[in-house]
């Protein structure tokens, strides 16, 4: 049953959704931004290196014990089973990686680091930006920081640990975040106090990210939540992710895109 309410979500996102390559969308803003980054195609020098990674951890046999802070359940996985359930499709951590680039941004945050694909997109752009990024799981997070040996990415902070109890006081360190990644709690409930607390810390230029927004009933609630949210101008809904931005000078409106 769940499998076909999704099915019909996506299939009303596709035929709502606009797929005009950004034409149509009246804001010189919002229309660089769907050119450099939604539909840009162009690689970059990390990309490679990143997918080869991502290839390795499909073919790892390590156990990794994972603890669901939001149910209280316990399970062990095969890291290879973790890379090919949980890690973003390619052209989708791209886009990640475009949003960095495109925004220059200095201070990235991540809420869900699984094994460090998305993260290591997030952190590429550009050395001197930091990247913090937060994950339940010890032993997740230690393969994660083996990854970004591998890459050679130092600009990456990981915190570890409940995110109900590590995130607030990290943002007490009064960090203006540039861009934020919500992929972690899937739950209406926390994903809405997460963007509660990031939303004080925002610029002009800002762009948040959530991930599955149409992945339940609940997380699609949560992103409707979102766009009504009072600091929140204008997004996109790319039916996996939504992209919200702030800028008060942006049209008040919201866009489906594919």
């Given at each position: 049953?769940?499998?076909?309410?999704?099915?019909?979500?996506?299939?009303?996102?596709?035929?709502?959704?606009?797929?005009?390559?950004?034409?149509?969308?009246?804001?010189?803003?919002?229309?660089?931004?769907?050119?450099?980054?939604?539909?840009?195609?162009?690689?970059?020098?990390?990309?490679?290196?990143?997918?080869?990674?991502?290839?390795?951890?499909?073919?790892?046999?390590?156990?990794?014990?994972?603890?669901?802070?939001?149910?209280?359940?316990?399970?062990?996985?095969?890291?290879?089973?973790?890379?090919?359930?949980?890690?973003?499709?390619?052209?989708?951590?791209?886009?990640?990686?475009?949003?960095?680039?495109?925004?220059?941004?200095?201070?990235?945050l991540e809420l869900g680091t699984s094994l460090g694909v998305t993260t290591a997109y997030l952190a590429s752009p550009n050395s001197d930006l930091e990247c913090v990024t937060f994950e339940g799981s010890e032993e997740v997070a230690a393969v994660a920081r083996e990854n970004f040996e591998k890459l050679g990415l130092k600009n990456i902070r990981q915190i570890t640990g409940n995110i109900d109890n590590t995130?607030?006081?990290?943002?007490?360190?009064?960090?203006?975040?540039?861009?934020?990644?919500?992929?972690?709690?899937?739950?209406?409930?926390?994903?809405?106090?997460?963007?509660?607390?990031?939303?004080?810390?925002?610029?002009?230029?800002?762009?948040?990210?959530?991930?599955?927004?149409?992945?339940?009933?609940?997380?699609?609630?949560?992103?409707?939540?979102?766009?009504?949210?009072?600091?929140?101008?204008?997004?996109?809904?790319?039916?996996?992710?939504?992209?919200?931005?702030?800028?008060?000078?942006?049209?008040?409106?919201?866009?489906?895109?594919?």
């Amino acid at each position: 049953m769940k499998e076909i309410s999704f099915i019909i979500r996506y299939l009303i996102h596709f035929f709502e959704a606009k797929n005009t390559k950004g034409h149509g969308v009246h804001s010189p803003y919002l229309f660089r931004f769907t050119q450099n980054v939604i539909y840009d195609k162009n690689p970059f020098y990390i990309f490679p290196a990143i997918e080869k990674l991502r290839a390795q951890l499909r073919r790892d046999e390590r156990l990794l014990h994972l603890t669901d802070f939001g149910t209280g359940n316990h399970s062990v996985l095969k890291v290879r089973d973790i890379a090919k359930k949980s890690l973003k499709t390619p052209n989708r951590a791209r886009l990640l990686f475009r949003t960095v680039h495109f925004l220059q941004a200095k201070t990235v945050l991540e809420l869900g680091t699984s094994l460090g694909v998305t993260t290591a997109y997030l952190a590429s752009p550009n050395s001197d930006l930091e990247c913090v990024t937060f994950e339940g799981s010890e032993e997740v997070a230690a393969v994660a920081r083996e990854n970004f040996e591998k890459l050679g990415l130092k600009n990456i902070r990981q915190i570890t640990g409940n995110i109900d109890n590590t995130l607030e006081p990290f943002l007490q360190e009064n960090k203006t975040l540039d861009v934020v990644f919500f992929d972690a709690n899937h739950r209406q409930e926390a994903v809405l106090r997460y963007f509660d607390l990031c939303v004080k810390h925002i610029a002009r230029y800002s762009i948040f990210i959530v991930d599955d927004i149409h992945w339940s009933t609940d997380m699609e609630e949560a992103w409707f939540s979102i766009l009504n949210h009072p600091e929140v101008q204008s997004s996109i809904d790319l039916f996996d992710c939504g992209l919200v931005f702030f800028d008060k000078y942006l049209p008040k409106k919201h866009f489906k895109m594919r």
